[in-house]
């Protein structure tokens, strides 16, 4: 890819095309480039101007990046439902793998207490760590993947943004706790949201790296890199 080509290369990444048939793009643009300027080569008597006509000819960056940005088939979901990318899925991701959870510590818990009595310590803190994970942690990782992925799509701040509050939001509102069977009571799930400070805490762990990846590449432009 030509040096010239950048700015057409954002052009359509913020226009919402995918990134490979971006790059196929621009490849054939290039291709096409190369043999205009070989034309102009050997029908003009200055070669110097070989590559301003052959430019000329090839169109202007905002003709051929509209060109492909009006052809849904090539854009991003991010671009073409950007509820469904940014908030819907990742939210249907986030109660799937948490009622999966729920129900892998449950099934574990029948199958343990009903062979050995009261549960063991260690049953206990699986199903700790499993719920910590799916209100915690998984959380923080979706939103994690949208960023990177707007970020390499170079997608409108609006969405992500949204979308990496959901997920803060969701964490913190249905955060489920399991309690454990003993000899005397019976286990118990239930939903318990936590407070602002956790969600201040969970949102902050899920938007910093996709803010860092925004300062990164606005420094980096700045810097004509």
């Known amino acids: 890819m030509q040096a010239s080509f950048d700015p057409l290369w954002r052009r359509l990444l913020e226009g919402g095309v995918r990134p490979r ?20 080569r050997r029908a003009m008597s200055d070669p110097r101007d070989a590559e301003t006509r052959a430019l000329s000819r090839l169109g202007s960056f ?26 819907i899925a990742p939210a249907v991701a986030l109660a799937a793998v948490t ?12 199958q343990v207490h009903g062979a050995a009595g009261a549960p063991p310590q260690w049953l206990g803190e699986f199903a700790t760590g499993m719920m910590f994970f799916s209100h915690a942690i998984l ?22 943004a949204c979308g990496i509050v959901a997920m803060a939001a969701l964490g913190t509102t249905f955060h489920v706790t399991l309690t454990l069977p003993s000899a005397t009571t019976h286990g118990e799930v239930s939903v318990s949201p ?19 990846l925004l300062l990164w590449r606005s420094a980096r432009e700045r810097q004509g890199v």
């Open 21 to 40: 048939p971006a790059r196929r793009y621009l490849a054939e643009l290039k291709d096409h480039l190369d043999d205009l300027i070989a034309e102009e």
């Open 62 to 87: 905002d003709m051929l990046a509209d060109a492909m940005i009006e052809r849904r088939e090539f854009q991003t979901w991010g671009r073409k439902v950007p509820v469904a990318a940014y908030l």
């Open 99 to 110: 009622v999966l959870s729920v129900a892998a510590v449950v099934l574990t818990v029948k």
């Open 139 to 160: 959380p923080v990782l979706l939103a994690w993947a949208l960023g990177v992925a707007a970020f390499r799509n170079r997608s409108a701040l609006l969405w992500p």
């Open 194 to 212: 936590d407070g602002i400070v956790a969600f201040g805490a969970l949102l902050a762990a899920a938007a910093l790296p996709y803010a860092a």
